[in-house]
């Protein structure tokens, strides 16, 4: 794998800037991601756990350490799983950058992000998981800011690498508060020293690395780099990043909290309720505003790692309440919409990008009739939208049905506060399901459905065969993980019971044609509702041709009040789309809107033209971001004056730096 | 009741509702002609326009796609499914275990997606108003009826329907609690929003501007049409089999002989047929709401479910 990932960065930087960096650059991501999902599938199916050490590098960390157990080889097989169809996207989506940006840099980006993502599940020290998961971070700005001389892109990538980097920070500040007894830096010795610390220390560690990984995860107040940065990225790099790199923010809070810390106390999982369930919420109802089909999905991103963050939360709770079985169905719930959320929203990202490469724009508000012109990336764009929505038969669905079935036991928990969490967070995500089926109604309508609202949508072509072959791979990946759903949850749930040191096979995951939670609330059998709706619409159609009128369809004009023609003009646009929901929300949204109607000047009743503009309070970039970025250029202004650029004052800093540390060193006796 | 017989029932049952279903809707429109003091047309009145409009020929617009010829089957096709996990006339089934309450709920909401988006097909703007609309109904209502039946579920300790009321056939006593009468409130205000009648939207009037299911479908013609129609009546009848059901399960038989199940069958009809009633004095006696009123009307309901819910883990 890392042969096959270093093998696709060398031949992009060496085979120049033409088809062969495209084509090179992608099979060694391919081969990469294949050698990946084998060894991410084996170490699953025989529960064989493999480590590797490299000692000599970076020796005096303790050197690299690898280590593949259950929870790693989950994240390696999502990584791969979206990493192959992606790769081979971009082989033909990244044509149209050849002689404008450097495809060289482009493929190496891309291969070395691919290599760094794989290799952050199977770190098993410190200094190995934070170098693979800067590489990761630092890879990933880059690829950010492959379309460099947009203004936007820039802006979207320095939002990116400020967040990334303080995020870092208080990983760091975690993993030194999680070694701070004991000085260790193998995870093996810091489940120890985790098991040593006191309660308090425990909770700071926690709360370092939630805002650690919550940044990297996109939960809310931390998401406003991620619908920045993945709308500007290319767009298999988007499907990249919404589909697998957010998800690794969830695996570092499950390696840290469940695995080192081995859980803690009950407002863990409750804060991480609360902030799974507002990240659910906020991020659809923003989802529905954008009109940038990009933002949009990115904006669906948050939700989505929201709901597994719920998820994730509710595993934290009933381990503190001593439910390990509740526990281990809520992980295993969220394990799989994570799975899930991959592959549909790769899908829709690879989607989106070939509606960007067909019309050149991402605003929905120009698309329109598109399903017409795009016979591939309409359907698999459909697809992809039904399973988002969370609707029957397709995988998101299901993940979606376990995690209410998991949160139904917190409701007979004693204590009255996480009851009443509980119910609220059912709602929470019962109205999420709602909101999130109107926000890809929206999505897919406007941009394929009606007739085209712009001539860059009316002459739109179909994408070439490369990215048609990624898009379908990955709709196959949607119907594989519905039709495969019990299969998939067995694997995901001996990964959970793992983590809670069950059985591996308790015998609630021992399924086989329905599943039944482990509190016996519920039965659902994934299998038959797939067969039985594919079935029953094969019967309808039978039976409706068999007995309807067999009289050709005839083929008319949209009905319009007696009107003459029909224009694009007067079919809905997004915004309108959203617009009552808009209303109806104005609390969260705090809209403006500003009409200027200019009337004829014979008449004040004909209306010469209109001017809407409608807009929404960015709220977090308001008040949580501005003040702070305020402050930090205040501070930086401040600290300009020490750089003036002499060298004698830059040796009298070193010299007075030097003389501080002695001092230091003395004062407190170190030898 | 397990076995061939099992599964020939519950196949029975979602025979019995796809039968019932236009006449569920012939009923209401006779019931609320008489009290306007209209004759009004005879209650069979549904079915016969159901095969005037089989037979018909098909008129498509040209801006359409596959999408649009595809949808009204799904949308069918859904409420069909649904009819076969409900608990009609007798408990437990065998496929009772296929899927609970939130597969029921969820169903539902796929027909509601694709008929939305068969909405935008056409590019009329008609289409696209009550496409949004539509939408927008469903978002808020959705959560409250999941709510609504966990409210339910919690009392009988599982979310499949048929184990709901074969528990509250055991324990009759729970059946008229607080809870449940709150669960009850919120589902009914959630019934008329979901299935297009008074006060939300108002199923006789062709008013474009008022109008959210019937500018939706105002495209569809011929056999399409007859479908859609069909599945808007399925899903009424859905919605009053849930109430009367789930909140009223006198009736439903544990023992299925020839004889229960006929018993069975009248006492689902005489419940069908006053809840149509109720429909029918209400939908005379107030006034449609503005569309920006519905909100507050479904936000009590969420709330009467979210009450219902506490109540329930309160009275353990």
């Not at chain 1, 308090?200 to 920045?228: C, E, M, Q």
């Not at chain 2, 229960?260 to 809840?275: F, G, P, R, S, T």
Request: glycine share 10%.
């Amino acid at each position: 794998m890392v042969a096959a990932y270093g093998a696709g960065a060398a031949g992009a930087l060496l085979a120049g800037a033409g088809r062969a960096a495209r084509v090179l650059s992608a099979a060694g991501a391919m081969v990469g991601a294949g050698a990946g999902l084998l060894l991410g599938l084996h170490a699953l199916a025989g529960g064989a756990v493999w480590a590797l050490g490299v000692p000599d590098v970076v020796s005096v960390a303790g050197g690299l350490l690898f280590r593949l157990d259950a929870l790693g080889a989950l994240f390696l097989v999502l990584v791969s799983m979206v990493a192959a169809p992606a790769a081979l996207y971009g082989v033909g989506y990244s044509a149209a950058y050849e002689g404008r940006y450097s495809l060289r840099w482009l493929g190496a980006m891309l291969n070395l992000f691919l290599l760094a993502t794989s290799l952050v599940p199977l770190a098993d020290n410190v200094v190995t998981f934070l170098l693979t998961w800067e590489a990761m971070s630092v890879a990933s700005y880059f690829l950010v800011l492959t379309e460099r001389d947009r203004p936007e892109t820039v802006g979207a990538a320095n939002w990116y690498l400020g967040m990334t980097q303080v995020g870092l920070a208080f990983l760091l500040a975690s993993f030194l508060g999680l070694g701070a007894e004991s000085p260790a830096l193998d995870f093996a010795d810091l489940r120890g020293a985790a098991a040593g610390l006191s309660d308090a220390g425990r909770g700071v560690v926690f709360a370092l690395a939630l805002v650690g990984f919550g940044s990297k995860a996109g939960l809310i107040p931390l998401h406003v780099w991620l619908p920045r940065a993945h709308p500007a990225a290319p767009s298999h790099v988007s499907a990249l990043l919404s589909g697998v790199m957010i998800k690794l923010g969830i695996y570092g809070l499950l390696r840290v909290g469940l695995d080192l810390l081995g859980g803690g106390p009950p407002w863990w999982g409750m804060l991480l309720i609360v902030l799974g369930a507002g990240s659910a919420v906020l991020g659809v109802l923003y989802a529905l505003m954008e009109d940038d089909i990009k933002r949009l999905l990115a904006y669906s991103s948050v939700e989505n790692m929201g709901i597994i963050t719920l998820g994730v939360g509710a595993a934290f709770l009933f381990q503190s309440l001593a439910m390990p079985r509740a526990a281990a169905l809520a992980l295993a719930a969220a394990l799989y919409h994570v799975l899930n959320h991959a592959a549909f929203k790769g899908l829709l990202f690879l989607g989106a990008g070939s509606v960007l490469h067909a019309t050149g724009t991402r605003n929905m508000n120009r698309h329109g009739g598109l399903i017409h012109r795009m016979r591939w990336t309409g359907p698999c764009f459909l697809v992809g939208a039904v399973a988002i929505a969370g609707l029957p038969p397709l995988n998101g669905f299901f993940s979606e049905w376990l995690l209410f079935q998991a949160l139904l036991p917190g409701i007979g928990v004693a204590s009255p506060l996480i009851a009443v969490l509980m119910v609220l967070a059912l709602g929470m995500l019962a109205l999420t399901a709602g909101l999130a089926a109107a926000a890809f109604v929206k999505c897919f309508g406007i941009t394929f459905l009606a007739i085209p609202r712009s001539d860059a949508a009316a002459a739109a072509h179909e994408a070439p065969v490369s990215m048609r072959a990624g898009m379908v791979a990955l709709a196959v990946a949607c119907a594989g993980l519905a039709a495969g759903a019990l299969p998939v949850l067995a694997t995901t749930g001996a990964v959970a019971a793992g983590l809670f040191g069950l059985a591996t096979e308790p015998p609630a995951f021992r399924l086989w044609l329905a599943f039944q939670t482990p509190a016996g609330l519920a039965r659902m059998s994934p299998p038959a509702i797939v067969v039985g709706l594919l079935g029953g619409l094969a019967l309808v159609w039978l039976a409706v041709r068999a007995f309807a009128s067999r009289r050709p369809l005839r083929w008319a004009d949209t009905w319009g009040c007696g009107r003459v023609e029909q224009t694009p003009r007067m079919e809905y646009t997004a915004t309108a789309y959203a617009e009552p929901l808009r209303r109806i929300f104005s609390a969260v949204y705090r809209p403006t809107e500003d009409v200027t109607v200019d009337h004829h000047p014979e008449s004040r009743y004909f209306v010469q033209s209109i001017a809407y503009r409608a807009s929404i309070l960015p709220w977090f970039e308001r008040y949580l971001y501005e003040p702070v970025l305020a402050r930090v250029r205040r501070w930086g202004r401040r600290a300009q004056s020490v750089q003036s650029g002499s060298v004698h004052a830059y040796l009298a800093y070193v010299v007075v730096a030097l003389v501080l540390l002695l001092g230091v060193l003395l004062a407190t006796g170190a030898p | 009741m397990s076995g061939l017989g099992g599964y020939a029932l519950a196949l029975g049952q979602a025979g019995l509702c796809l039968a019932l279903a236009p006449g569920l809707i012939g009923l209401i429109r006779w019931l609320k002609a008489r009290m306007q003091n209209r004759r009004g047309a005879p209650v069979w009145q549904p079915y016969l326009e159901l095969r005037k409009l089989f037979a018909k020929e098909v008129v498509v617009s040209t801006n359409t796609s596959w999408l649009f010829r595809l949808a009204p089957y799904v949308v069918f096709t859904s409420a069909l499914a649904v009819t076969v996990l409900l608990p009609i006339l007798a408990v437990p089934l065998p496929l009772d275990g296929v899927g609970d309450l939130l597969v029921v709920v969820y169903l539902l909401l796929l027909g509601t997606f694709f008929l939305a988006l068969a909405g935008l097909d056409p590019g009329s703007p008609f289409g696209g108003m009550g496409s949004s609309r539509e939408m927008t109904v469903a978002a808020l209502a959705e959560p409250t009826i999941a709510m609504a039946m966990f409210a339910l579920a919690l009392g009988a300790g599982s979310t499949n329907l048929g184990q709901i009321v074969a528990r509250a056939l055991e324990r009759p006593a729970e059946a008229v609690s607080p809870g449940y009468l709150l669960a009850f409130t919120a589902l009914f205000i959630v019934t008329l929003a979901e299935t297009g009648r008074l006060p939300v939207d108002n199923p006789a009037t062709h008013l474009e501007l008022t109008m959210i299911h019937e500018a939706m479908v105002l495209e569809y013609s011929g056999r399409y049409l007859a479908l859609i129609e069909w599945a808007a009546a399925l899903k009424l009848l859905i919605f009053f089999s849930l109430l009367a059901n789930l909140f009223v399960p006198w009736g439903v038989t544990a023992s299925p002989g020839a004889g229960a199940l006929l018993l069975a069958a009248l006492i689902y009809a005489a419940k069908l047929a006053v809840l149509a009633a109720v429909v029918a004095v209400f939908e005379t006696r107030v006034a449609k709401l503005r569309l920006f009123r519905v909100p507050e009307l479904l936000s009590v309901s969420f709330v009467l479910a979210l009450l219902a819910i506490t109540a329930s883990f309160l009275s353990r």
